[in-house]
T-cell receptor
Framework: DTGVSQNPRHKITKRGQNVTFRCDPI?????LYWYRQTLGQGPEFLTY????????KSRLLSDRFSAERPKGSFSTLEIQRTEQGDSAMYLC?????????????????FGPGTRLTVL | LAKTTQPISMDSYEGQEVNITCSHN???????ITWYQQFPSQGPRFIIQ?????VTNEVASLFIPADRKSSTLSLPRVSLSDTAVYYC????????????WGAGTKLIIKP
């Protein structure tokens, strides 16, 4: 396994359109995380899964954002009715599950990200 | 949500020891404190994590006081290649499931 992969790497869309991103985690990892990062800022937590179960979603996240991990393997993040403020790098990470807490005490391995530009 | 505070930037010289502190309030009592490194146009990369006291690995040490209201990343004998942004990551003490990243400390190493 070569690591976490994300597709597409770049996406340009017009305001109001829907977009979907895909993340393929490291195969033996059962935790999968989605983050958003804008220039000069730290990653912002969006949501995370343990296997197919979505354990938490950011309280600050708009209802326009939804994520799935239907079979506990790859995950998709959809943004509906995109806005210019959605322009950012969307990062996916995966890890094995630990024994406690949201990080589970496990190292997260990050993909290269999908850069979204909303015109 | 828990809050974290890190210095925005730091400068140092090759061969020096660098300490970066993150203050964090209301973090999850059952979760680790983790530090990541990020280079431009790349995802963050794990450096070290700990629960309390001191942890050391081949690249860094992490000091966590008993009250867990802060943590200090120590990089011994830095080199130019350590120029990067460093983030602390904690679990939120209110929700117990949300993850809170610091805003990052941009470390610049000079020759």
């Amino acid at each position: 396994d070569t690591g976490v992969s994300q597709n597409p790497r770049h996406k340009i869309t017009k305001r109001g359109q829907n977009v979907t991103f895909r993340c393929d985690p490291i195969s033996e990892h059962n935790r999968l995380y989605w983050y958003r990062q804008t220039l000069g800022q730290g990653p912002e937590f969006l949501t995370y899964f343990q296997n197919e179960a979505q354990l938490e979603k950011s309280r600050l996240l708009s209802d326009r954002f939804s994520a799935e991990r239907p079979k506990g393997s790859f995950s998709t993040l959809e943004i509906q009715r995109t806005e210019q403020g959605d322009s950012a790098m969307y990062l996916c990470a995966s890890s094995t599950s630990g024994d406690r807490g949201p990080t589970g005490g496990r190292e997260q391995f990050f993909g290269p990200g999908t850069r979204l530009t909303v015109l | 949500l828990a809050k974290t505070t890190q210095p925005i930037s730091m400068d140092s010289y090759e061969g020096q020891e660098v300490n970066i502190t993150c203050s964090h309030n209301n973090i999850a009592t059952n979760d680790y404190i983790t530090w990541y490194q990020q280079f431009p146009s790349q995802g963050p990369r794990f450096i070290i994590q700990g629960y309390k006291t001191k942890v050391t690995n081949e690249v860094a040490s992490l000091f966590i006081p008993a009250d867990r209201k802060s943590s200090t990343l120590s990089l011994p004998r830095v080199s130019l290649s350590d120029t990067a942004v460093y983030y602390c990551l904690v679990g939120d003490g209110y929700s117990n499931y949300q993850l809170i990243w610091g805003a990052g400390t941009k470390l610049i190493i000079k020759p």
